[in-house]
């Protein structure tokens, strides 16, 4: 099986969609016979024709980008808007998408991801699905006790893909958690939050001393 990966993440190779799909795209190679491409859209965002031949020359895509206050970064849309010439050809590649945030609650993906969907079967092609994450921003400094399980999840969807061509709803349902915080949940998760990832920034920076400066204040 062949897929095509458009990682359109605007921080390209240092992306956390990257680090994501890697583990998805280490499952769906173990499998004999499959290749993956993998094409980063920051490369092309001046000139999108190559992408847009190699997107209609590939049997499956998936598009990977991140989720920019609530909306998807400009370059993901100028990309789909560049496809449009191509609607309505009999041969189309099967789409996927894989959405991520730095939010916790993946209700925020919900919009976009509808979008995107009604995208695909506009354009003509066959809907893989959206692969949805919260609570994806600074992954490579979060813990392994926090990143192992999903990682996890990750290489097991690209497995079963790459057997079934087919992405698990089983699997996307435990990746999707959790879909809205409680209350409880927000009084645990924020003070963690800002203490392993923001002061730990603002330490190394020798700056935490000013975390609660006011600069445009009187």
């Not at 209609?56 to 100028?78: E, H, R």
């Not at 923001?198 to 700056?207: F, I, L, S």
């Amino acid at each position: 099986m062949q897929l095509l990966f458009i990682n359109a993440s605007p921080r390209g190779k240092k992306s956390n969609t990257g680090i994501l799909m890697g583990h998805f795209i280490r499952g769906f190679l173990e499998t004999s016979g499959n290749a993956c491409d993998v094409e980063y859209l920051v490369k092309h965002k001046n000139n999108l024709k190559i992408l847009v031949e190699k997107f209609n020359a590939s049997d499956n895509v998936i598009i990977g980008f991140p989720l920019y206050i609530d909306a998807m970064p400009g370059s993901v849309k100028a990309f789909m808007e560049a496809l449009a010439p191509l609607q309505g050809r009999k041969e189309f590649p099967a789409l996927g998408f894989m959405i991520q945030c730095g939010f916790p609650e993946t209700a925020h993906l919900r919009f976009v991801a509808r979008y995107c969907e009604k995208f695909t079967r506009r354009i003509g092609c066959r809907f893989l699905g959206s692969i949805l994450k919260g609570g994806c921003e600074g992954l490579d400094v979060q813990p392994t006790f926090l990143t192992e399980k999903y990682f996890s999840l990750f290489g097991m969807l690209g497995v079963d893909f790459g057997k079934t061509g087919k992405i698990d709803e089983v699997i996307l349902t435990k990746l999707a958690r959790p879909e809205h915080l409680s209350a409880e949940n927000m009084a645990m998760v924020v003070p963690f939050i800002n203490q392993g990832l923001w002061d730990a920034q603002m330490e190394k920076n020798g700056v935490l001393d000013r975390s609660f400066d006011r600069p445009l204040i009187p």
